[in-house]
């Protein structure tokens, strides 16, 4: 039985309902021949996509829904999100859902761009199947502090900007977007043993990161740990090219060490105030003001044959005719 408000047969078929909650909220619904119930697409609703105003929806339908279309909860009152049987989920479905605070959903394996963007009271995010989190998913989700995705391979850009996660640990991923995780700010430690490329603005302003293990990073791209303030030391073993400012204004780093890496480009260091140790013996290409303003430096050891190329990118330093050059 399917209860509501009020319902209305449609001219698709007896199977088809439309449910018009006490608040105004209306959607279009269909039956199978098995009895679940599935949310049809937005372009069949009447009230601009908002499903089901009212948070007690979800003790209705919820165990009986197979899939959520597009914008389906947009701006509604739902507060808690336990769906059993759905496997699909629209892009922004759960948009400006400001009373949502929990969600779980066993079977989904992909979340599509905006799904749960600006859900405030958002506190916990359980997917066990998910593989795939679209552009600004989780963002501005200013509560968000458990989340499980064990199966996670890939993040599109912005998918957790401005949340207040804790941890990263998601040893299956492979593929990060840009601004992914920027602004965290509570963010402390990260774990990514398979990411071979740190795309731009990824970790920018993450103000409390002081832990990072990527033994598998080959690119750290333009700004890409950014005003990381409280990060101390950086080694990344298998590192070859190191963007613009991709570690500006990381005020707290003392030591860096990328034995592999071949390029390294302008203002990657700028403003690394504390910076006093540097070791690059590989690297071809430094660019001006990679160093600058890096006050504290005292040595960088680099390949023979560097140095004039090295004193180019320390220039700006106040005190660089103190910084020893060490040519291996």
Request: net charge positive; glycine share 8%.
């Amino acid at each position: 039985m399917i209860y509501g408000s009020s319902f209305r047969k449609t001219s698709s078929g007896l199977k088809d309902y439309e449910f018009l909650s006490q608040d105004k909220g209306e959607g279009l619904y269909h039956q199978d021949s098995s009895g679940a119930i599935t949310l049809l697409e937005r372009g069949n609703i009447v009230s601009g996509g908002r499903y089901a105003h009212s948070s007690s929806y979800k003790n209705m339908f919820g165990k009986r829904i197979k899939s959520i279309s597009g914008d389906a909860f947009y701006a509604s009152n739902i507060s808690k999100a336990d769906f059993p049987k759905v496997k699909e989920i629209g892009r922004g479905a759960f948009h400006q859902c400001s009373k949502l605070t929990k969600v779980k959903f066993p079977l989904v394996k992909e979340l599509k761009e905006n799904t749960f963007y600006i859900c405030e009271s958002l506190t916990s995010a359980i997917f066990p199947e998910v593989t795939s989190i679209g552009q600004n998913c989780f963002s501005n989700c200013n509560f968000l502090s458990e989340i499980s995705f064990p199966k996670l391979t890939t993040v599109e850009y912005g998918a957790f900007h401005g949340s207040p996660i804790r941890e990263i640990d998601f040893p299956l991923l492979t593929s990060v977007g840009g601004t992914s995780f920027s602004s965290c700010k509570r963010l402390e430690k990260v774990k990514l043993p398979n990411i071979e490329t740190i795309s731009a603005t990824c970790f920018q302003n993450c103000s409390r990161l002081v832990d990072v293990y990527l033994p598998k990073v080959r690119s750290a791209e333009d700004n890409a740990f950014w005003g990381c303030s409280a990060l101390s030391s950086i080694t990344l073993p298998e590192v070859i090219f190191v963007g613009r400012a991709s570690f500006g204004r990381c005020d707290s780093l003392t030591t860096v060490s990328f034995p592999k890496a071949n390029i390294i480009k302008e203002l990657a260091f700028s403003g690394c105030k504390r910076l006093a140790k540097v070791n690059i013996p590989l690297v071809t290409i430094i660019e001006k003001g990679a160093f600058s303003s890096c006050d504290k430096l005292s040595l960088i050891t680099c390949k023979k044959g560097m140095r004039d190329m090295v004193e180019t990118a320390i220039r700006s330093s106040s005190l660089s005719q103190y910084i020893t050059i060490r040519e291996i």
